[in-house]
């Protein structure tokens, strides 16, 4: 009987790491992911042992990455053809509003982390901020203070393609900044 329980809690707890990952969208440590489930680090390696698993059989489209203590999301590589041509539907199209926001917003209050574009916008931006890099109008990089935060701020390519020199040449830069700043506080 203690077995099936404890079987139901890998299955239950890999599930639920499923789901962080589909929210989260970057690579999470390991023990991150614990303690926002509430789960002890071996506890959760055994689920994500499971999710591995059970992600590698049967007609699915995503594997469980691993790098070091870091678990991410995946395709399959099996589904590459079909990602490239989505991706190439995407540039062809222009930027759907969303986007227009969210490369705004990145780039009067950049450098700034996901979680704050998240907050600000009240919604999941990591598909944006996906399509946005892929496109080389933002970049991101490691935030010096938390090394497993991006931080994005808009790309030269960006400053480029509205034909201007430098961020602070934006309209009104300086009051719409001002303005994040508070809204960030």
Known sequence: MD??????????????????LFIYGEPLAISKAASILKN???ELETAADYLTESLKSGERGLELLRVN???????KPDFSGTLEQ???EDMKENLTPAALETVSLIAYGGPMPRSTIDYIRGVNSSFILRNLLMRGLVERSVDHKKTNVYLYRASFDFLKHINL????DLPEYQKYRELLKQTMQ
């Open 3 to 20: 077995d099936i329980k404890n079987d139901d809690k890998i299955k239950k707890n890999a599930a639920a790491l499923e789901a962080l």
């Open 69 to 75: 203590d870091n678990v991410q999301l995946g395709t």
């Open 40 to 42: 002890g680090v071996d």
């Open 165 to 168: 020199p430098k961020p602070d």
């Open 86 to 88: 989505l991706i190439k």
